[in-house]
């Protein structure tokens, strides 16, 4: 059973694309239970703090609606160019 060159770059692209999610979701619970890095990333607003917490992680601190939105930029900007390389992929088969 051999795949076609669209199947394997597509297999290739979500395989990339479930890593760095995996790293960078690694890497931001680590950062978040790490002190220093959290009052680093509250200083530099990756974080909020007090009542301006929506979605709270730990003691008292979490995304308010200002990272909410970030997040779902970077979400709609990765996720846009993996739907049009599928589509671009079945159209070719």
């Known amino acids: 059973m ?3 060159v ?8 979500t ?6 999610g995996g790293m960078a979701t690694g890497m931001f ?3 978040v239970l790490l002190i220093p890095v959290r009052n ?5 607003h990756l974080l909020a703090a007090g009542d301006q917490v929506v979605i709270p992680f730990v003691d008292g601190i979490g995304f308010g609606w200002p ?3 970030v997040v779902a930029g970077l979400i709609l ?15 070719r088969v």
């Open 2 to 4: 051999t795949q076609s």
């Open 6 to 13: 669209a199947e394997n770059e597509d297999d290739l692209l």
């Open 15 to 20: 395989l990339m694309f479930m890593l760095c």
């Open 29 to 31: 619970s680590f950062g």
């Open 40 to 44: 680093w990333m509250v200083q530099y």
């Open 67 to 69: 990272q909410i939105v």
């Open 77 to 91: 900007v990765l996720v846009a160019p993996l739907v049009a390389l599928r589509r671009r992929a079945r159209d």
